[in-house]
């Protein structure tokens, strides 16, 4: 069956990093559009970092770009995110996600609803 996995939240400080994992069983995570979402308390679930199948097109909300990273690794099936600088306005619970259609809208390419598979996700909490 498919199934993806989420690890490698828990508590940081302000300033400081964390990588997610989000390992893929039953599906090559390499032949989908793959992306990462947040949701804190008492707000809607956002778009946080999504990829095409190439990652000819990669997007990043404004409020994370320049310290967060989305990458693949094809080999184990994963995708990361790696979270430097860390704010506790990032704090909250961050899933991964699979499109199955491959076409999409640039536009809409970090759109919740767009997406057919998610994880259990994994909390962060970014405070002193």
């Known amino acids: 069956q498919l199934q993806l996995v989420e690890s490698g939240g828990g508590l940081v400080q302000p300033g400081g990093s964390l990588r997610l994992s989000c390992v893929a069983s039953?599906?090559?995570?390499?032949?989908?559009?793959i992306g990462w979402f947040r949701q804190a308390p008492g707000k809607e679930r956002e778009g946080v970092s999504c990829t095409s199948r190439t990652g000819a097109i990669t997007k990043y909300a404004g409020s994370v770009k320049g310290r967060f990273t989305i990458a693949r690794d094809n080999a184990k099936n994963t995708v990361y995110l790696q979270m430097n600088s860390l704010k506790p306005e990032d704090t909250g619970v961050y899933y991964c996600?699979?499109?199955?259609?491959?076409?999409?809208?640039?536009?809409?390419?970090?759109?919740?609803?767009?997406?057919?598979?998610w994880g259990q996700g994994t909390q962060v909490t970014v405070s002193s």
């Open positions: 996600a699979l499109r199955l259609r491959d076409r999409i809208d640039a536009a809409r390419l970090c759109v919740p609803h767009e997406y057919d598979y």
């Open positions: 039953g599906i090559s995570l390499d032949s989908y559009i």
